[in-house]
């Protein structure tokens, strides 16, 4: 059982940073893929970022390539996601996931929601204009 808990979201200008951080309950994080999804108001939840298990390779959505970056730290059991000159639509709910561990998806997999088995409550970011 891998617990998720999201933390670092919050109200900022266009233009702006923030930095989130999901902390992961649980043994053998290095072996967990790890994901962020956001879900704007209205919107489906989409896919943002995602990291293969260990040091592994980083995947990104075209509409924040360039702006964000995805990272673990796996002595500490967290992924983080910088995200940089944000922007109003980036307003969402960000979620971050995890897959069950048993497996080193391609990394096209990871950009689906149904390969994570895990998820956090979210945390809410809001650009103003």
């Known amino acids: 059982q891998v617990q998720l808990v999201e933390s670092g979201g919050g109200l900022v200008q266009a233009g702006g940073s923030l930095r989130l951080s999901c902390a992961a309950s649980?043994?053998?994080?290095?072996?967990?893929?790890m994901g962020w999804f956001r879900q704007g108001p209205g919107k489906e939840r989409e896919f943002v970022a995602a990291?293969?298990?260990?040091?592994?390779?980083?995947y990104y959505a075209d509409s924040v390539k360039g702006r964000f970056t995805i990272s673990r730290d796996n002595a500490k059991n967290a992924v983080y996601l910088q995200m940089n000159s944000l922007k109003p639509e980036d307003t969402a709910v960000y979620y971050c996931?995890?897959?069950?561990?048993?497996?080193?998806?391609?990394?096209?997999?990871?950009?689906?929601?149904?390969?994570?088995?895990?998820w956090g409550q979210g945390t809410q970011v809001t650009v103003s204009s």
């Open positions: 990291i293969k298990r260990n040091e592994g390779n980083t």
């Open positions: 996931a995890s897959d069950r561990g048993t497996t080193d998806y391609n990394g096209v997999y990871l950009y689906w929601p149904s390969t994570y088995y895990y």
């Open positions: 649980g043994r053998s994080f290095r072996s967990y893929a």
